[in-house]
C-alpha cells in the first residue's frame, strides 16, 4: 500500500520522505506523508462517491469552517484518492481535561459559530447528500428506513439470535417513540460531531475533521454522539481514563452556546432514537465480526449502551440538570 500512496503523490507532483500508515480497516485506508498530508484510498463506486462529495464539501465550506484543506482527487491504478492538507493539533477531548473554566467557554462558542455556519446549508430532502436513493421527503422516514434496515441485516445473522429480546424491545420503544422525529429543515450536519474530530492548538479550534459522514437533517442529530461520549468517555481514552465528570461542563456550555439545537420537542426522546440507530450499527459491525473471526472491541456492548439509554435516566439526567 505504501507503493500505492507514494505513487499517488508523484502523480500529484508531492514529494514526503516519509509515509506512514494511521489506519487500515475495511474500505478506510488512511496514510500520512511526513507533516504535510493525509491521503485516504477507497475503493470501488460506492467509495469513489464517498471521497468526492467530501472533497466537494470540504472546498464549498473551507472559508467558513477550519477544515483541512483539498489539496487533490483522483483515481489511480484502480482506486480514489483524496489528499488533505496535515494540520497539527491534539484532540478536543485530549486537552480538555487540562483547560480552565474561561477557555472551555471559549472554545465552545466558537464550535458553535463554527456549526452555525455549517448548518446555515440547507436542503430539499433529509438523508446523505451523494446518493438520491436515501434521500427522503422526512427526517422520521429516513430515520425509519436506516432503523429497519439495520434490524433486517442484524436479524440475518445468526449471532443475533440470543439478542431477540432485548432487539424486540428497542423494537417497540423505537416505533412508539418514531412520531417525534419531525423537522422541517434540512440542514448540513457533519455527522461524526464529538471531541475526538476536533483539532485544537493552544486554546484554538485548529480544524473539524472527519466529515466522512455528513448528511441533511435537524441540528440536534449534530450531538448525539457527543452525549454518547460524555457518558461513556473511557472508551475514548485509551490507557487514560475518564469520567463522564470530566466532560458534564462540555455539554452543558454546547446546550448554552446552541438552544436552538436543544429545542425540539422532546428532545431526550430523539437523542434516544438517535443513539439506538447508532449503537444497532456498531453491534451489527460485532456480529459480523463474529463471523468472520474478526472481533471488534467496544469497552460496553452496544445494545448494552441502549438499554441504559432507554431504562436509567439518571445516567442523562446528571448532564441535563
Known amino acids: ?32 506523508a511526513d507533516d504535510k498530508y493525509i491521503i485516504r484510498i477507497k475503493e470501488g463506486k460506492e467509495g469513489c462517491r464517498k471521497l468526492k462529495f467530501k472533497a466537494e464539501l470540504i472546498r464549498m465550506i473551507e472559508k467558513e469552517i477550519p477544515v483541512a484543506n483539498v489539496v487533490a482527487f483522483d483515481r ?16 478536543l ?8 473554566p474561561v477557555y472551555r467557554e471559549k472554545l465552545i462558542a466558537n464550535l458553535v459559530s ?8 440547507e436542503a430539499p430532502k433529509f438523508g446523505i447528500p451523494y446518493d438520491s436513493g436515501l434521500q ?8 425509519c428506513f436506516r432503523f429497519e434496515k439495520l434490524i433486517s441485516e442484524i436479524s440475518s445473522l445468526p449471532a443475533s439470535r440470543t439478542a431477540e429480546p432485548v432487539l424486540g424491545l428497542v423494537a417497540r420503544y423505537f416505533k412508539k417513540h418514531k412520531h417525534y422525529l419531525k423537522s422541517e429543515k434540512a440542514v448540513l450536519l457533519h455527522g461524526d460531531l464529538w ?6 492548538r493552544g486554546h484554538e479550534i485548529r480544524a473539524i475533521i472527519d466529515f466522512e459522514f455528513a448528511l441533511w ?45 436543544f429545542s425540539f420537542p422532546r428532545i431526550d426522546e430523539r437523542l434516544n432514537l438517535y443513539l439506538i440507530l447508532h449503537n444497532l450499527g456498531l453491534y451489527k459491525v460485532s456480529l459480523e465480526g463474529r463471523k468472520s473471526n474478526k472481533f471488534n472491541s467496544f469497552s460496553i456492548d452496544p445494545l448494552l449502551k441502549i438499554l441504559i439509554f432507554l431504562f436509567d435516566p439518571g445516567a442523562k439526567l446528571y448532564f441535563w440538570t
Open 76 to 91: 489511480y491504478e484502480g482506486v480514489s484518492y483524496l489528499i488533505q492538507k496535515y494540520i497539527a493539533g491534539q484532540t
Open 136 to 143: 427522503f421527503e422526512s427526517w422520521q422516514e429516513f430515520c
Open 1 to 32: 500500500m505504501i507503493k500505492l500512496v507514494e505513487g499517488v503523490l508523484k502523480k500529484e507532483n508531492l514529494k514526503a520522505k516519509r509515509i506512514k500508515a494511521i489506519k487500515l480497516t475495511k474500505g478506510n485506508l488512511i496514510f500520512q
Open 93 to 100: 477531548f485530549q486537552t480538555w481535561p487540562r483547560l480552565t
Open 217 to 261: 437533517g435537524p441540528p440536534d442529530y449534530e450531538f448525539f454522539l457527543t452525549l454518547q461520549f460524555c457518558l461513556f468517555p473511557s472508551e475514548a481514552g485509551g490507557e487514560k481514563r475518564y469520567l463522564p465528570e470530566n466532560f458534564r461542563d462540555y455539554w452543558q456550555l454546547l446546550r448554552k452556546y446552541y438552544p436552538k439545537a
Open 195 to 200: 471531541p475526538a474530530n476536533i483539532l485544537v
Open 114 to 121: 463554527f456549526l452555525n455556519n455549517l448548518h446555515a446549508h
